[in-house]
């Protein structure tokens, strides 16, 4: 798997967007940019995840730039619970390939 | 439909002893993994099973064995626990479609003394 890059942590005032960045300038051309998050300690949450188009679900939106180098999730209005750590991962999407996990960013939502 | 259960949810084992950490889901899925997370750290893949029948090493499965007795039960056995096996296990299992997420269980807190 491409190794990401990812800030340890952010902080996003409460009701704003959230911007989560992430680089993987290695990418390879079958690997699709998957995000996860874990609340405090559970088990992590599939968020979303993408090849080279632009994604959005009820979660999130993923916005890839055009040479793949890098990614940022979209939290269009964050909440408190939303308070998390994220993991960007990237992976080939045949089978099923393991999820190698970084260490993440830790965001924090402010009140 | 409760997902991905493990139990016990937590265990404090002394050096030497043996156990083994449950995992079942119901969701049908394919694959099946196990992960350890240590203190500030992100999750290590232990061992995992493409497929009922089939297991393999992850990225650190010094210590541990596993059974997949079924397709939806996948289960990790510490023969002699170790200290360094003291973490928060996590179960997770994927199916095989072109999504390809994995559905994490809550996690089995595990202490060795």
């Known amino acids: 798997d491409a190794k990401t890059t990812q800030p340890p942590s952010m902080d996003c005032a409460e009701g704003r967007a959230a911007n989560l960045p992430c680089n993987h300038s290695?990418?390879?051309?079958?690997?699709?940019v998957y995000w996860y998050r874990q609340i405090h300690s559970q088990g992590p949450q599939y968020i979303i995840h993408g090849l080279k188009n632009n994604e959005t679900n009820e979660m999130a939106s993923l916005i890839i730039t055009e040479d793949r180098k890098s990614s940022t999730l979209i939290l269009p209005h964050a909440t408190l619970r939303d308070t998390a750590v994220y993991y960007c991962i990237v992976r080939a999407n045949f089978g099923n390939e393991k999820l190698t996990f970084g260490t993440g960013t830790r965001l924090t939502i402010i009140p | 439909n409760a997902g991905v259960t493990q139990t016990p949810k937590f265990q404090v084992l002394k050096t030497g002893q043996s156990m083994t950490l449950q995992c079942a889901q119901d969701m049908n899925h394919n694959s099946m993994y196990w992960y350890r997370q240590d203190p500030g750290m992100g999750l290590r893949l232990i061992y995992y099973?493409?497929?009922?029948?089939?297991?393999d090493k992850g990225e650190v499965p010094n210590g541990y064995n596993v059974s997949r007795l079924n397709k939806r039960e996948f289960s990790l056995r510490l023969e002699s626990a170790a200290p360094s096996q003291t973490s928060v296990y996590f179960c997770?299992?994927?199916?095989?479609?072109?999504?390809?997420?994995?559905?994490f269980g809550p996690g089995t807190r595990l202490t060795v003394t």
């Open positions: 290695t990418i390879s051309g079958n690997e699709y």
């Open positions: 997770a299992s994927s199916g095989y479609s072109a999504l390809g997420e994995q559905y």
């Open positions: 099973s493409a497929s009922e029948g089939t297991t």
